[in-house]
């Protein structure tokens, strides 16, 4: 099972649906948002959901472990996070489509389609065919 981590406590129905979808742990970082906690936290993780709160530079990305392979953010903007350090860093990026519940959800659908995605994509790369 893929394994989440949320830096905050979500709305119910969000975290309802991240304990049925995932092994999930919530940190409840509180207000402010502690980089040796959520980097320890996600050793060994696949999935991370961050909050506005929460920013990810350069450093932080490149700290995160290898198991990391989708970074979704609980907001419409990806401002608190640096897109390029993650593309360099291979992560695939999702974020929620507006501030309905229903689409807070949306994190969790891209972060379950990512990993098919990733492996397809490797497996046209290597039989050469990379844009199929």
Known sequence: MTT???????????????R???SAKF??????FDRAAFIEALAGADAALVTPVDQLDTVTI????KSLRV????????????????????LSVANTLSSSTHDQAAPFSRLKAYPEQDERRRRRVNRGRPGQ
Do not use: C, M, N
């Not at 940190?27 to 402010?32: G, H, P, Q, Y």
């Not at 490149?62 to 472990?65: F, V, Y």
């Not at 970074?71 to 291979?90: M, N």
């Open 27 to 32: 940190l409840d970082l509180a207000s402010k």
């Open 4 to 18: 989440l981590v949320a830096t905050r406590t979500l709305p119910e129905p969000v975290a309802r649906r991240a």
């Open 71 to 90: 970074l979704g953010t609980f907001s419409v903007g990806t401002d608190h996070i640096d897109l390029e350090a993650a593309r360099r860093r291979g």
């Open 62 to 65: 490149s700290a995160l472990p």
């Open 20 to 22: 049925q979808e995932y």
